[in-house]
T-cell receptor, first 111, second 117 residues
């Protein structure tokens, strides 16, 4: 079946540091890939997505590239801010089924 | 953008009572909505898929008689936690897609924090 594995946190970084959160997936066919962000006490918000191999999704300084050869969709940001502190979820979609989520990675950015 | 509204945002109830949570798609119609439960260590568990005009599809291990789902219209799905117990305390989140198909992301409500005393 489909599954998503993302690096376990928590991740703690200083402001302006470089961020990478690893995500790999297992899926049949050609899934679409997503990153969601959850701020404290809120639901999930779509951060970015990529729907086919070599696509790069980007938003708010975050980027992730759909790598079919390594079945990965790592999230990166060049310079994090305190306001980026949140939980980040990698997810995949195959067909019209519900999204399959990773377990989430908590990011804390300190000033 | 697509907006999913969830109500209430938090609720406290006594053990043995029932609680209803509403999920509305405000600017689009959703034939299918999804209910998730989020556990303390943040992982999301899909509970059920709510289908407008028909019975919900529950994931393995989720008691359908305890978590009643009704999707009576194209913009409203409700989750009722019946005879709630402290172990039902959790964060419940609904979601919906604007379009069908794998490329269409899910849009989430802001969640409902349920505390059963």
């Amino acid at each position: 079946g489909n599954s998503v594995t993302q690096m376990e946190g928590p991740v703690t970084l200083s402001e302006e540091a470089f961020l990478t959160i690893n995500c790999t997936y297992t899926a049949t066919g050609y899934p679409s890939l997503f990153w969601y962000v959850q701020y404290p006490g809120e639901g999930l918000q779509l951060l970015l997505k990529a729907t086919k191999a070599d696509d790069k999704g980007s938003n708010k300084g975050f980027e992730a590239t759909y790598r079919k050869e390594t079945t990965s969709f790592h999230l990166e940001k060049g310079s994090v801010q305190v306001s980026d502190s949140a939980v980040y979820f990698c997810a995949l979609s195959s067909g019209n089924t519900p999204l399959v989520f990773g377990k989430g990675t908590r990011l804390s950015v300190i000033a | 953008g697509a907006v999913v509204s969830q109500h209430p945002s938090w609720v406290i109830c006594k053990s043995g009572t029932s609680v209803k949570i509403e999920c509305r798609s405000l600017d689009f119609q959703a034939t299918t909505m999804f209910w998730y439960r989020q556990f303390p260590k943040q992982s999301l568990m899909l509970m059920a898929t709510s289908n407008e005009g028909s019975k919900a599809t529950y994931e393995q291990g989720v008691e359908k008689d305890k978590f009643l789902i009704n999707h009576a219209s194209l913009t409203l799905s409700t989750l009722t936690v019946t005879s709630a117990h402290p172990e039902d305390s959790s964060f419940y989140i609904c979601s919906a897609r604007v379009l069908t198909g794998k490329d269409s992301p899910l849009h989430f409500g802001n969640g409902t924090r349920l505390t059963v005393t």
